[in-house]
């Protein structure tokens, strides 16, 4: 077990709706039953994506970018995701992993520590969620949806 990071496409006005929720909104998140398509499950790269991702200057912030809904989940509206897609979409993973550095990753604390441990697998292990995440977002702009993003 450990701390995941996962998005889940979903409708603008379901977006408003949960924002509008206030104390309710979890179990209204409950209810929301997403397909395969409709997910962007980052396990536990998130960290290392994130580090790579302000390494590189994208301009995306994986914590930043969302709305606190309830607790662990946070909003992205419809032009936020837009907006994150297209940054995603121009941005090839060789671009990051320009800045994979698994000794200086371990040494800021970058979550889950694997990095120096883990070598070029650590590498391929972003290489593979980041291929996630690009999809899911672009996937989710193309239909012009927001997201929830669970992060815990």
């Known amino acids: 077990m ?4 996962s998005f889940t496409k979903i409708t603008g006005e379901q ?3 949960l924002s509008a929720a206030g104390a309710e909104a979890h179990e209204l998140l409950w209810e929301l039953e997403p397909d395969v398509d409709s997910t962007g499950y980052l ?20 914590f930043f970018d969302g709305d606190l809904i ?9 032009d936020r995701v837009r907006a994150t897609a297209q940054r995603l979409v121009a941005t090839p993973f060789d ?15 970058i979550y889950p520590r694997i990095w120096t441990r883990d070598g070029d ?24 949806a927001a997201a929830v993003m669970h992060f815990g």
């Open 15 to 17: 977006l408003d709706q």
């Open 121 to 144: 697998e650590g590498l391929n292990y972003l290489r593979y969620h980041y291929g996630v995440l690009v999809t899911f977002f672009d996937n989710a702009a193309r239909s012009g």
């Open 95 to 109: 671009r990051l992993a320009a800045h994979y550095d698994p000794a200086a990753m371990d040494g800021a604390d």
């Open 43 to 62: 396990d536990k790269s998130w960290d290392g994506l994130r580090y790579l991702l302000d390494s590189a200057e994208v301009g995306v912030d994986l």
């Open 2 to 5: 450990g701390v995941i990071l």
């Open 70 to 78: 309830d607790d662990e989940y946070y909003g992205w509206p419809v």
